[in-house]
């Protein structure tokens, strides 16, 4: 029998604020099947009041992080996700991988960093760094990525299980560049990063700018009772899905008919909700850079880049 993990959170998960329902939405059905959610679980779409935060009530326990991550973009893991998403593609899967992608990812980076960083660095740390391929080009002489995948990784990076792994190794450069959208909690994460770095470390973050606009009839409660019979009809909701799709790239905004849907990215950061998620987690902020018309795999996510400076710990 299937034990939940998950768990519901209302107030904003980064200032405890007040937050406004923008809509009713579903567990994209791919990730209810390898988790083993139940595929009517209703999610809602909210957005705090204080600093812009958008995000899924449902927050993802260990057990579903586990199910989803472990083999993510493995050929198992594009099959069942296609047999849902007809449109997602093999170069989407692999954009991360790509040398192109790879090279106009880390150029943004770099610009982002440039006149932060010294010309060596003793350790970095990519967290969630897949292969080890974004590390700015600068001498670093310890490559760390803690990555819950178990990809093959570039000459000289190694890779740790948790942050209890480095010990007493303090981290003068660490990376978080498109996982913050994934993560149930990135304050406690962001300090947790923050206990493992040096004096004045330097802390690089990168999320898409892709927000939900809603029409404000997905807010109402006869849409929230329709919500939980749309998997039941596949065909029909993978229509409703990709026409979704569509309109969100081309219109930006989810129709009235349309479908929210909570896949892997459960937070939607705006530049002053990343703001505040880094002011609180204990850095100071030196640099900014954004793109809105960055693409993925041909879809448009856009990005957001920050390059913060960890401040000392108050012990007052």
Same mark, same amino acid.
């Given at each position: 029998m299937y034990e939940s993990t998950h768990f519901i959170v209302r107030v904003?998960?980064?200032c405890a604020g007040d937050t406004e329902l923008f809509g009713y939405g579903?567990? @994209?059905?791919?990730?209810?099947?390898?988790?083993?959610?139940?595929?009517?679980?209703?999610?809602?779409?909210?957005?705090?009041? @204080?600093?812009?935060?958008?995000?899924?009530?449902?927050r993802y326990g260990p057990k579903e992080l586990s199910s989803i991550y472990s083999a993510y973009r493995s050929p198992e893991y594009l099959r069942l996700r296609r047999s849902w998403e007809p449109w997602y593609s093999e170069r989407i899967n692999d954009a991360?991988?790509?040398?192109?992608?790879?090279?106009?990812?880390?150029?943004?980076?770099?610009?982002?960093?440039?006149?932060a960083l010294p010309k060596e660095i003793n350790c970095a740390v990519d967290f969630g760094g897949d292969e080890g391929q974004f590390f700015p080009d600068i001498q670093i002489n310890r490559r760390i990525v803690l990555d819950l995948s178990e990809h093959p990784l570039h000459d000289g990076v190694e890779r740790i299980n948790s942050l209890g792994d480095l010990g007493d190794k303090r981290v003068d450069l660490v990376i978080v560049s498109h996982v913050l959208e994934h993560l149930t909690d990135p304050v406690q994460t962001l300090q947790d990063l923050h206990g493992v770095m040096s004096e004045d470390g330097i802390l690089y973050v990168e999320v898409p700018m892709d927000r939900f606009v809603t029409h404000s009839s997905l807010a109402k409660k006869p849409y929230r009772d329709r919500v939980r019979r749309y998997p039941s009809h596949?065909?029909?909701?993978?229509?409703?899905?990709?026409?979704?799709?569509?309109?969100?790239?081309?219109?930006?905004?989810?129709?009235?008919?349309?479908?929210?849907?909570?896949?892997?990215?459960?937070?939607?950061?705006?530049?002053?909700?990343?703001q505040r998620l880094l002011t609180k987690s204990g850095f100071l902020i030196v640099a900014t850079a954004e793109d809105r018309n960055h693409k993925v795999g041909g @879809?448009?996510?856009?990005?957001?880049?920050v390059t913060a400076r960890r401040l000392p710990v108050n012990r007052s």
């Open positions: 904003c998960p980064i579903v567990i @994209a059905p791919f990730i209810s099947e390898c988790s083993h959610m139940p595929r009517d679980q209703v999610t809602e779409l909210l957005c705090c009041s @204080a600093c812009d935060f958008q995000f899924f009530s449902i991360t991988s790509v040398e192109k992608s790879r090279i106009d990812r880390k150029k943004f980076m770099n610009l982002t960093l440039e006149d596949k065909l029909i909701f993978i229509m409703r899905d990709f026409i979704t799709g569509v309109s969100r790239q081309y219109r930006t905004k989810i129709p009235r008919w349309g479908v929210i849907k909570q896949s892997e990215h459960i937070n939607y950061f705006s530049g002053t909700s990343v @879809a448009r996510f856009g990005r957001y880049g």
